[in-house]
């Protein structure tokens, strides 16, 4: 079950910014948008998470659309160290809300020098 | 602060062993959550405790068991193991059972079923 859709892979030059699109049409009045990234063989790491305005953090750039049917996580200035998977994931947050993600495929970022 | 620390980090086992895996939280997290990833299947929820109590269940067999300890720690148990029991076995913590809080990951274990 779904909830989020994400390109397969993209490449980004060192320096430029990634901008990593992310489809979350069903999404649900409660639910909140979150990014993790996780670099080979290692757990995923937390990016950041918005709910409808755009935020920002040291990280990266959330940007929700205003039907919040899509976002778009930007890294301002891609290094070699940023190439990872990326996951969008949807998620009910609240005393009661599901702690488990759904990772789905996510977008695999190949940063070139 | 210390992260997410699991042991061991690489395991092999044969077909119809068992395994434990352990999970120690952050210092302050109450909740523990176990994934499975799998190239095939990519990374799926197993279950998730919280003041010793399972709170979440993923759509996997009773082989799959965990429980957590009153300091937090966390072990997972899989029993009777099977080839397709090979994956990375990931472990998150978060400080309480609210979803509000965010879950941070530890380095995992690598599961190899031979």
């Known amino acids: 079950d779904a909830k989020t859709t994400q390109p397969p892979s993209m490449d980004c030059a060192e320096g430029r910014a990634a901008n990593l699109p992310c489809n979350h049409s069903?999404?649900?009045?409660?639910?909140?948008v979150y990014w993790y990234r996780q670099i080979h063989s290692q757990g995923p790491q937390y990016i950041i998470h918005?709910?409808?305005n755009n935020e920002t953090n040291e990280m990266a750039s959330l940007i929700i659309t205003e039907d919040r049917k899509s976002s778009t996580l930007i890294l301002p200035h891609a290094t070699l160290r940023d190439t990872a998977v990326y996951y969008c994931?949807?998620?009910?947050?609240?005393?009661?809300?599901?702690?488990?993600?759904?990772f789905g495929t996510g977008t695999r970022l190949t940063v070139i020098p | 602060k210390a992260g997410v620390t699991q042991t061991p980090r690489y395991l092999i086992k044969t077909r119809g062993q068992q395994v434990t895996l352990s999970c120690s939280p952050i210092?302050?997290?109450?909740?523990v959550s176990w994934y499975q990833q799998t190239p095939g299947q990519g990374l799926q929820f197993l279950f998730e405790?919280?003041?010793?109590?399972?709170?979440n269940k993923g759509n996997f067999p009773g082989r799959f068991s965990g429980r957590q300890f009153s300091n937090s720690r966390s072990e997972m148990n899989v029993s009777t193991l099977e080839l397709g029991d090979s994956a990375l076995y990931l472990c998150?913590?978060?400080?309480?059972?609210?979803?509000?809080?965010?879950?941070?990951f530890g380095p995992g274990t690598r599961l190899t079923v031979l």
């Open positions: 069903t999404i649900s009045g409660n639910e909140y």
């Open positions: 210092s302050g997290h109450r909740s």
């Open positions: 918005g709910l409808k």
């Open positions: 994931i949807v998620r009910a947050v609240g005393e009661t809300g599901a702690n488990n993600l759904f």
């Open positions: 998150a913590s978060q400080t309480t059972g609210s979803s509000y809080n965010e879950q941070f």
């Open positions: 405790y919280f003041s010793e109590t399972q709170r």
